[in-house]
């Protein structure tokens, strides 16, 4: 069994940064992913990351601006979020699936391979 915690959303201004970060605790996953939910629209993909190797993958929305990394220490996720706009604020959500794929894997994108979820946290931007 996996358990992930999300902590680090609250309201920020557009333009600004956030980090969000995700406790693993129980079985260490394979991989971890980020997904987020705004109102009114269905829940999305935005980035992955492979445990063992790092290896990562983004939505095209997010690219250049957030970071998603893993601290093997810790046992935590964190996704570094940069130059924030409107179209950010969500609930963000962390994620767990039971198997790891191939690196280049599109199952890393699809919330129906993901087992194990966070609570959520408000990610809320806004001047």
């Known amino acids: 069994q996996v358990q992930l915690v999300e902590s680090g959303g609250g309201l920020v201004q557009p333009g600004n940064s956030l980090r969000l970060s995700c406790v693993v605790s129980?079985?260490?996953?394979?991989?971890a992913g980020w997904f987020r939910q705004s109102p009114g629209k269905e829940r999305e993909f935005v980035a992955s990351?492979?445990?063992?190797?790092?290896?990562?993958r983004y939505v095209d929305a997010v690219k250049g601006r957030f970071t998603i990394s893993r601290d093997r220490a810790k046992k935590a996720v964190y996704l570094h979020m940069n130059s924030l706009t409107h179209d950010d604020t969500a609930v963000y959500y962390c994620?767990?699936?039971?198997?790891?794929?191939?690196?280049?894997?599109?199952?890393?994108?699809?919330?129906?391979?993901?087992?194990?979820w966070g609570q959520g946290t408000q990610v809320t931007v806004s001047s």
């Open positions: 990351i492979r445990w063992f190797d790092a290896n990562t």
């Open positions: 994620a767990a699936p039971s198997r790891t794929w191939n690196s280049g894997s599109s199952y890393y994108s699809d919330q129906l391979k993901y087992d194990y």
């Open positions: 129980g079985s260490t996953p394979g991989a």
